[in-house]
């Protein structure tokens, strides 16, 4: 059971570049997130979905778009990458019901040069 | 301003001392999650609580959300070295089960 699949692990980008976060579950969890987590501090909501084919801003979505492309995958886009988006980046899903732990991929560290 | 605060964000004591993590907000949240995460990887759930008052316990670690739902508490009892690690509140509003995280408490456990 693999849980909550990140890719890529690790990036480096040019300011400018676009590229494309891939996440995908195999629990059949509705609900799934985008966090970044900035060097020793919490985790910032960037997008999220309750189900297949909605999504709702979180506190931190400028510079971002997502696609739930289906229950299992929820992909975090950057069109034009700038240095401030240098972070960790960490997906997760949980069941739809209020108290349900989420379940988090191991990261995508990106850095912005 | 985050929605939920979290105090101390650093938190350095010896092994066999107890240690006390808080969770505040302003708003009253339907669940509160607390998360622990290791370096390199995702957090972790470590419990969840529901009811205003609860209490519950995981062997040295004790949760206690507040009577009015906006608050809560992590104690540890008689730390170990095994404790350290970045400890996170979660919390979901009535509204629905959208999840935010606290700043977290960064806790070194020193033998």
């Known amino acids: 059971n693999a849980g909550v699949t990140q890719t890529p692990k690790f990036q480096v980008l040019k300011t400018g570049q676009s590229m494309t976060l891939q996440c995908a579950q195999d629990m059949n969890h509705n609900s799934m997130y985008w966090y970044r987590q900035d060097p020793g501090m919490g985790l910032r909501l960037i997008y999220y979905?309750?189900?297949?084919?909605?999504?709702d801003k979180g506190e931190v979505p400028n510079g971002y778009n997502v696609s739930r492309l289906n229950k299992r995958e929820f992909s975090l886009r950057l069109e034009s990458a700038a240095p401030s988006q240098t972070s960790v980046y960490f997906c997760?899903?949980?069941?739809?019901?209020?108290?349900?732990?989420?379940?988090f991929g191991q990261g995508t560290r990106l850095t912005v040069v | 301003t985050q929605l939920l605060e979290q105090s101390p964000q650093f938190l350095s004591i010896q092994e066999g001392e107890n240690l006390t993590v808080y969770c505040n907000s302003s708003s009253v949240f339907s669940s509160l999650q607390w998360y622990r995460q290791e370096p390199g990887e995702g957090p972790v759930l470590l419990v969840t609580?529901?009811?205003?008052?609860e209490v519950k316990k995981l062997k040295r670690l004790t949760f206690q959300f507040g009577d009015a739902r906006k608050d809560s508490s992590l104690h540890i009892t008689a730390a170990q070295p095994g404790d350290t690690g970045l400890y996170l509140c979660a919390g979901a509003r009535a509204a629905g089960n959208k999840l935010t995280f606290g700043g977290g408490t960064r806790v070194l456990v020193k033998p």
């Open positions: 997760a899903s949980s069941l739809r019901e209020q108290g349900r732990a989420a379940f």
């Open positions: 609580v529901v009811t205003g008052g």
């Open positions: 979905s309750a189900s297949e084919g909605t999504t």
